[in-house]
């Protein structure tokens, strides 16, 4: 269902949102999105240059939990209210943003010359999976500087932990139900805590 109406831009990622959902990105076409948003796709082009980039700003910009844009800001966040607290809001949207564009991106993996291009064209725009580790430890690293993370600590390490469970509760959802993603978000940043910051310090 479209519900941003405010400009054409937001009518394409609407629709793109949508057919993305429905088809999977390997099978959305351009045409099937312009159609959706009632536009031609020359008009599609002139807000995005290619399918990569509707794709990048539907994950960005439609998915519950806006995680990318609260990751981008947490390294400014270190010091501000506790370490646990932070990594709760982050497993949080990692959650949802997984549930929700899981089915939507798995089918690029069928389609190994697709994959192959699309893994290529992320790359090129400093894009991709691996960004949301790399913020994650770019913050737990400015949490040692401050003394709140231990210097023992491995940041990589944590957010490949973390990341990699909310990725596997969000695949195994799509085949049995699976616990609340609040408590859930919790529980595991709870079980992570004691490698990352001494006993009082959280």
């Known amino acids: 269902m479209i519900t941003h109406l405010s400009s054409t831009r937001d009518r394409i990622l609407d629709a793109a949102a949508s057919v993305m959902r429905e088809q999977g990105i390997a099978r959305a076409t ?9 536009c031609s796709e020359a008009l599609l082009y002139k807000h995005f240059r290619a399918k990569v980039d509707l794709f990048v700003a539907v994950l960005q910009e439609r998915t519950p939990g806006e995680l990318a844009a609260f990751l981008v800001g947490l390294r400014d966040a270190a010091g501000k209210r506790s370490v646990e607290e932070n990594l709760v809001q982050v497993a949080q949207r990692a959650l949802a943003f997984y549930r929700e564009s899981f089915l939507m991106a798995v089918s690029i ?25 790399r913020w994650l430890a770019d913050y737990l690293r400015a949490e040692q500087e401050l003394g709140r993370v231990r210097a023992d600590a491995a940041p990589d390490a944590a957010a490949s932990l973390l990341f990699g469970a909310c ?33 009082g310090d959280g």
């Open 30 to 38: 351009t045409k099937q999105i312009a159609a959706a948003a009632g």
């Open 109 to 133: 993996f069928f389609e190994r010359e697709a994959f192959e291009a699309y893994r290529a064209a992320l790359l090129e725009r400093g894009a991709g999976p691996q960004m949301v580790n």
């Open 167 to 199: 990725m596997q509760h969000a695949f195994l959802g799509q085949f049995v139900e699976q616990p609340e993603a609040v408590g859930h978000a919790r529980s595991l940043v709870r079980m992570l805590l004691p490698g990352l910051v001494a006993e």
